[in-house]
């Protein structure tokens, strides 16, 4: 069945107001601003092979086409997520022909969706020049892009675009929408509310023109439109990470306001699970043993978020957060099961002492005989000194006291009982 392509005023309102020329692209000034290194590479005309890694929504894909434009390469574009190895084929096959003449630009959108084997099949075609590879990705390419493509290419990194960067092409969509009367306050609710995405933007832009009445946008028609536009979480993406990444680090580093800020935007997400998680693993990794109880009262937090569900588990886990931020830290326990874990991941392992072990009596070989184990109850201070670890490594110290008030109590009795020594 023939489909009938989209008329200039069916496309989305992104693709009609998609910047030509540099002089129209917008944000992303540390790359293309006056002198700056990939903007010299445009004007030279001699592309290399590039990729743009960064959030959706920044520019990459119009920069690829305003690249295309400049140098009149044939331009050929693939998306990871839907292109077979036929399509790579295909468009290997206009190289050398009156089609590819002048060279084609292949942009190939959201790469780490390819697997090694059809990247591996481009390899030979960008190695010789015949194809000219833009890739994008919104994830860390030296993580998802095979690295014979890595090494052949150079890798610029985009940036979310400012709040005032996107304004512009907000007042822009809605000029082409029909709406030429439109307020600086709903410009800035729909650039704040999109988090420096374009596309989110004209999306937003694209529903209040729908909706409004008598061709005005009322700044709550403005809100709902740009929370609608912008809700959008890859729960396997670089951004997952790095804003639970961002959320415990604000919690170590007890600043209880950015934490708030962080649990906010996952809970906004919808992701109780990786929020709840986090605080958990949290409270015994950075508070520990300077404040024990805290992972008692941080599960009664998480248990009752779970059983409440959305919106109102924000409570309990906001009373987990500002815990554990005020709280003292002490990763001392996270250290030392380390220690050990590298220990036994490298073979320092060795035999249980005798009188550790769960047998009461000895081959004829054992020069000792008897199972000689010290039963620390029936001493003073209920211990007494005996080997504990193998031999291979019985002078290993795995632990080390933290210097909260706590830990430091806890040390000052383990040298009372010990006599001084450990």
């Known amino acids: 069945m023939a489909i009938r392509p989209q008329t200039g005023e069916e496309m989305p309102l992104a693709e009609?107001?998609?910047?030509?020329?540099?002089?129209?692209?917008?944000?992303?000034?540390?790359l293309v601003g006056e002198g700056r290194i990939l903007r010299k590479i445009i004007e030279s005309e001699k592309i290399p092979n590039l990729i743009f890694?960064?959030?959706?929504?920044t520019g990459k894909t119009t920069l690829a086409n305003i690249i295309a434009e400049r140098t009149q390469m044939t331009l050929r574009k693939l998306n990871g997520t839907q292109a077979s190895t036929a399509d790579i084929k295909q468009i290997i096959a206009e190289t050398g022909t009156l089609i590819g003449r002048g060279g084609i630009l292949l942009y190939l959108d959201e790469i780490q969706y390819f697997n090694k084997k059809q990247q591996q099949s481009l390899l030979e075609f960008i190695e010789n020049g015949d194809?000219?590879?833009?890739?994008?990705?919104?994830?860390?390419?030296?993580?998802?892009?095979?690295?014979?493509?890595?090494?052949?290419s150079t890798v610029f990194e985009f940036k979310s675009l400012t709040?005032?960067?996107?304004?512009p092409a907000i007042r822009r969509g809605f000029e082409i929408s029909g709406i030429a009367d439109i307020s600086?306050?709903?410009?800035?609710?729909?650039?704040?509310?999109?988090?420096?995405d374009v596309r989110k933007a004209l999306n937003a832009v694209e529903i209040c023109a729908?909706?409004?009445?008598?061709?005005?946008?009322?700044?709550?028609?403005?809100?709902?439109?740009?929370?609608?536009?912008?809700v959008k979480?890859?729960?396997?993406?670089?951004?997952?990470?790095?804003?639970?990444?961002?959320?415990?680090?604000s919690i170590r580093g007890s600043d209880e306001n950015a934490a708030l800020h962080y649990l906010a935007r996952l809970l906004a997400a919808g992701d109780l699970p990786s929020a709840c998680r986090r605080l958990l693993v949290t409270a015994s990794e950075d508070i520990g043993l300077a404040f024990p109880s805290a992972v008692t009262i941080v599960k009664a937090c998480v248990d009752s978020?779970?059983?409440?569900?959305?919106?109102?588990?924000?409570?309990?886990?906001?009373?987990?957060?500002?815990?554990?931020?005020?709280?003292p830290k002490s990763n001392s326990s996270y250290l030392a099961i380390d220690k050990a874990l590298a220990d036994v991941n490298n073979g320092l392992t060795g035999e249980f002492p005798r009188q550790l072990q769960n047998k009461h009596c000895d081959g004829e070989d054992a020069a000792v005989k008897g199972q000689n184990y010290l039963y620390p109850h029936d001493y003073p201070n209920h211990y007494v000194k005996q080997q504990y670890l193998p031999d291979e490594i019985k002078s290993r110290i795995y632990y080390e006291f933290g210097d909260n008030k706590l830990e430091q109590a806890a040390k000052e009795y383990r040298e009372k009982i010990k006599g001084g020594s450990k």
């Open 163 to 167: 709040p005032d960067e996107v304004k």
């Open 305 to 327: 978020a779970l059983q409440l569900g959305l919106p109102e588990a924000r409570i309990p886990l906001a009373q987990a957060v500002v815990l554990l931020c005020t709280s």
């Open 233 to 249: 979480y890859d729960r396997e993406g670089d951004a997952h990470y790095d804003l639970l990444s961002a959320f415990q680090k």
């Open 16 to 30: 009609r107001i998609r910047p030509k020329t540099l002089a129209e692209f917008v944000g992303q000034q540390h």
């Open 131 to 152: 194809i000219t590879l833009i890739a994008s990705t919104t994830e860390n390419p030296y993580f998802y892009v095979y690295g014979a493509i890595l090494s052949r």
């Open 53 to 57: 890694y960064g959030p959706s929504g």
């Open 184 to 196: 600086d306050e709903i410009l800035h609710i729909i650039a704040q509310g999109t988090g420096g």
């Open 210 to 230: 729908l909706i409004s009445e008598d061709g005005g946008v009322s700044a709550e028609t403005a809100k709902e439109a740009a929370q609608k536009s912008a």
